[in-house]
């Protein structure tokens, strides 16, 4: 069983950003692929960005290309998700999920991810 804690959520202005933080209770995070994904309401859970550790790759949804950055620290078991330029259309509640190393094929798809935390709510204002 793997517990997956977010944090870092809030309140925004248009812009702004926010830094997304989801802590792992493993011993290593190299076994696994960890996604982002958001969720808005009256919506389907949909893919943000992944973070293959073993691999070093990441992988983004054209919405966010170049404002947001997942990134890990093995050390502390923890991976992040840095939101820049961020829009009213990112308002969502915000979840992290863990799966054994997946394809990119795979890691867009909520169902293949075993483990996922509660979620941050993620608030943008114009």
């Known amino acids: 069983q793997v517990q997956l804690i977010e944090s870092g959520g809030g309140l925004v202005q248009a812009g702004g950003s926010l830094n997304l933080s989801c802590a792992a209770s493993?011993?290593?995070?190299?076994?696994?692929?960890m996604g982002w994904f958001l969720q808005a309401p009256g919506k389907e859970r949909e893919f943000v960005a992944d973070f293959s550790c073993n691999a070093n790759i990441t992988y983004y949804a054209d919405s966010v290309k170049g404002r947001f950055t997942v990134s890990i620290d093995d050390a502390k078991n923890t991976v992040y998700l840095q939101m820049n330029k961020l829009k009213t259309e990112d308002r969502a509640i915000y979840f992290c999920a863990s799966g054994q190393t997946l394809k990119t094929s795979s890691s867009l798809l909520p169902r293949h991810y075993d483990y996922w935390g509660q979620g941050t709510q993620v608030t943008v204002c114009s």
């Open positions: 493993v011993r290593t995070l190299m076994s696994l692929t």
